[in-house]
């Protein structure tokens, strides 16, 4: 019987919006001086080519440290600097561009049907503390959040630690739990859990996807009928 449920974050409960690649633009010709050369250069390797998203890139399903590793490579900077002003550039960001944060539906409603089901809910993500604290404070869902995991405390998806976090917190075992997410790290993350259920909301792409599930769906809109019809929600 499946008792808990661990979101990934951009991509699949919030849309993963073109103010980030501003943002990002934002934080290399601001913080570094980079001029437009070097900055589309870095961009592209960060995962932004021609104003798309590359799927499984650093910025798409990488973390922090990641995209600091490739501006340091790529810019023969420090890393270390970098991650720090990196962390602190897209929370400020994030805080001044909220509407960047657009919900894939409808999450109070469907975290409160979980919650009724006596589902435990957990996020999964690849960003940092501070960013996925406000943006949950913001979306008015913290209060139905019982673990937020991030890369920022535990090893990056699809290392298992941050699922043992979740399960160390609530109670559950590895074999109660779903993923959800929308990246192949995703669904490599999944292979942990009971199940992994795609979303095709972000980043990934059904070919890729069904490579690694058979829970497919366009949105979170559709996510409860097949909780309650393949995984026996609420019986």
Not at 82 to 90: D, G, M, P, V
Not at 189 to 205: D, E, M, P, Q, R
């Amino acid at each position: 019987m499946i008792k808990g449920i661990l979101f990934d974050k951009d991509g699949t409960l919030v849309e993963f919006s073109e103010t980030w690649e501003l943002g990002t633009i934002d934080f290399l010709k601001n913080a570094f001086e980079l001029d437009e050369q070097a900055s589309d250069r870095t961009l592209k390797q960060i995962g932004f080519v021609n104003g798309e998203l590359v799927p499984n890139s650093p910025i798409a399903s990488g973390t922090s440290i990641d995209i600091a590793e490739v501006i340091s490579l790529e810019n023969k900077m420090d890393q270390e600097d970098i991650l720090k002003q990196l962390r602190e550039h897209y929370h400020k960001w994030t805080i001044a561009h909220p509407e960047a944060l657009i919900p894939l539906t409808n999450l109070k409603a469907l975290f409160q049907e979980l919650k009724s089901a006596g589902i435990k809910i957990g996020i999964a993500t690849a960003d940092d503390l501070d960013v996925t604290e406000w943006t949950a404070q913001y979306l008015g869902v913290r209060e139905d959040i019982d673990f937020l995991g991030t890369s920022e405390q535990f090893r990056a998806k699809p290392d298992v630690e941050m699922l043992d976090a979740f399960c160390m917190s609530t109670g559950l075992k590895k074999n109660e739990v779903i993923h959800i997410g929308d990246s192949v790290a995703d669904m490599e993350f999944s292979k942990h859990c009971y199940a992994g259920i795609a979303v095709l909301s972000g980043a990934g792409t059904r070919a890729e996807l069904s490579e690694y599930t058979d829970y497919i769906v366009d949105s979170l809109d559709d996510l409860i009928p097949l909780l309650r019809e393949t995984f026996k929600m609420g019986r």
